[in-house]
């Protein structure tokens, strides 16, 4: 699960460490995008503004594992 925490700030671009094409496919592997889109919000928010979000918090990772983890509806 954790690594799907990553593929939020990966895809949105702010992780140079995380290939893209790799996060997409994980992304793709766990449904996030039932819910989630890189640049538009659907039932919850867009990859990009996840990341805006969490910029410039240096625990941003370990926030959304948790998020990811234990679910983060209505966050």
Same mark, same amino acid.
């Given at each position: 699960?954790?690594?799907?925490?990553?593929?939020?700030?990966?895809?949105a671009?702010?992780?140079a460490a995380?290939?893209? /094409? *790799?996060?997409e496919?994980?992304?793709? &592997?766990? =449904?996030c995008?039932a819910?989630?889109?890189?640049? #538009? !919000?659907?039932v919850?928010?867009s990859?990009k503004? /996840? *990341?805006?979000?969490?910029?410039?918090? &240096?625990g =941003?990772?370990?926030k959304l594992?948790d998020?990811? #983890? !234990?679910?983060g509806?209505?966050?």
């Amino acid at each position: 699960m954790k690594s799907v925490a990553l593929v939020v700030l990966a895809l949105a671009g702010t992780l140079a460490a995380a290939p893209a /094409v *790799a996060s997409e496919e994980l992304a793709k &592997k766990h =449904a996030c995008f039932a819910c989630h889109a890189v640049d #538009k !919000k659907l039932v919850g928010p867009s990859y990009k503004d /996840v *990341a805006a979000k969490y910029r410039s918090d &240096k625990g =941003a990772e370990a926030k959304l594992f948790d998020k990811v #983890k !234990k679910g983060g509806t209505g966050a």
